[in-house]
């Protein structure tokens, strides 16, 4: 059985940084394609960023020059850097990985980790 732990969300100052990071634990041959989503109160979920095995990314555009998303192959991680929050980032930010061949693929996601941009 695999379980997701994300963990870092917390309350920041409007401009501060926060790492988030998201580890994958249990029965794992294979990590896919990573990535991170977001939900504000009251609004759906919004795509924030993924990565792929290899290393390529694509992020949202209202996070794209501000977000880094990256991974540890080896520890079944994925990590999201965040600097120059705005107020408009909080949300409860979730983690997801992709597990499996081709024919069994995955997803799995975490429980959340809320941010609040503050001050």
């Known amino acids: 059985q695999v379980q997701l732990v994300e963990s870092g969300g917390g309350l920041v100052q409007p401009g501060g940084p926060l790492r988030l990071s998201c580890a994958a634990s249990g029965s794992i041959f294979s990590a896919n394609a990573m990535g991170w989503s977001r939900q504000a109160p009251g609004k759906g979920r919004e795509k924030v960023a993924s990565i792929a095995k290899g290393g390529m990314t694509i992020y949202a555009d209202s996070v794209k020059g501000r977000f880094t998303i990256s991974r540890d192959n080896a520890k079944n991680t994925v990590y999201l850097q965040m600097n120059s929050l705005r107020p408009e980032d909080t949300a409860v930010y979730y983690c997801?990985?992709?597990?499996?061949?081709?024919?069994?693929?995955?997803?799995?996601w975490g429980k959340g980790t809320l941010v609040t941009v503050s001050s």
């Open positions: 997801k990985i992709n597990i499996g061949g081709t024919l069994l693929a995955t997803d799995y």
